[in-house]
């Protein structure tokens, strides 16, 4: 049985990478995962969140687990104790594009140097509030800008862009409209 070479750009295993696509590609199931998060209520407009994954059969994938804290700016009378929800969001963007720069990049031999993200988005209290039904609760727009130091051409890092904002979960979570299902438990 021949094994693959072991090449690794911008830290990432590129055989191990085609291996896991192969895999998934073979068994739709191998890449099948809920994620999960718990939040809870801590005082004032502080909150903690749990995220931990299950596979499909709702059994722990991994013993990780990760906590966040929440809280709001002081203008609506937070502490600023950690990020709120809509700065959380721009984060997790920037994760995943970086995730998928590197792995993408990685996967069509480009070499990074530099790679970081500056993303902005604007939101009117007013909406949140409910001070004004005109105007949405959430963000009127977000700008993401990507900075990029490469050993590539600008034709083929245009190529890797365009690659990974056709892949991205959150590129496609926050540009597509999907099904949201809310239920009210009362304890």
Same mark, same amino acid.
């Given at each position: @049985? #021949?094994?693959?070479?072991?090449?690794?750009?911008?830290?990432? /295993?590129?055989?191990?990478?085609?291996? #896991?696509?192969e895999?998934? +590609?073979?068994?739709? #199931?191998? !890449?099948?995962?809920?994620?999960?998060?718990?939040?809870?209520?801590?005082?004032a407009l502080?909150?903690?969140?749990?995220? /931990?994954?299950? /596979?499909?059969?709702?059994?722990?994938?991994?013993?990780?687990e990760?906590?966040?804290?929440? +809280?709001?700016?002081?203008?609506?009378?937070?502490?600023?104790? !950690?990020?709120?929800a809509?700065e &959380?969001?721009?984060?997790?963007?920037?994760?995943?594009?970086?995730?998928?720069?590197?792995?993408?990049?990685?996967?069509m *031999?480009?070499?990074?140097?530099?790679?970081?993200? $500056? @993303?902005? !988005? +604007?939101?009117?209290l007013?909406?949140? &509030? *409910?001070l004004?039904?005109?105007?949405? %609760?959430?963000?009127?727009?977000?700008?993401?800008?990507?900075?990029?130091?490469?050993?590539a051409?600008?034709?083929?890092?245009?190529?890797?862009?365009?690659?990974?904002?056709?892949?991205?979960?959150? @590129?496609?979570?926050?540009?597509?409209e999907i %099904?949201?299902?809310?239920?009210?438990?009362? $304890?």
């Amino acid at each position: @049985m #021949a094994t693959r070479e072991e090449t690794t750009v911008n830290g990432v /295993d590129v055989s191990a990478l085609e291996g #896991a696509m192969e895999a998934i +590609d073979d068994d739709a #199931a191998v !890449g099948a995962f809920t994620f999960r998060a718990e939040t809870e209520w801590e005082d004032a407009l502080k909150a903690t969140t749990i995220i /931990d994954e299950f /596979d499909q059969a709702g059994e722990t994938v991994h013993t990780r687990e990760f906590t966040l804290q929440g +809280d709001e700016p002081e203008e609506i009378l937070g502490e600023r104790t !950690g990020p709120n929800a809509v700065e &959380l969001l721009l984060g997790a963007l920037g994760s995943c594009l970086t995730v998928g720069y590197a792995a993408n990049a990685a996967a069509m *031999g480009i070499e990074l140097d530099d790679l970081r993200f $500056e @993303m902005n !988005g +604007d939101v009117d209290l007013r909406g949140f &509030l *409910g001070l004004d039904e005109d105007v949405r %609760p959430g963000y009127e727009s977000i700008t993401c800008t990507t900075h990029i130091e490469a050993d590539a051409s600008e034709e083929r890092l245009e190529e890797l862009r365009e690659r990974v904002e056709a892949t991205s979960p959150l @590129m496609d979570i926050v540009t597509n409209e999907i %099904p949201l299902v809310t239920r009210l438990e009362i $304890e």
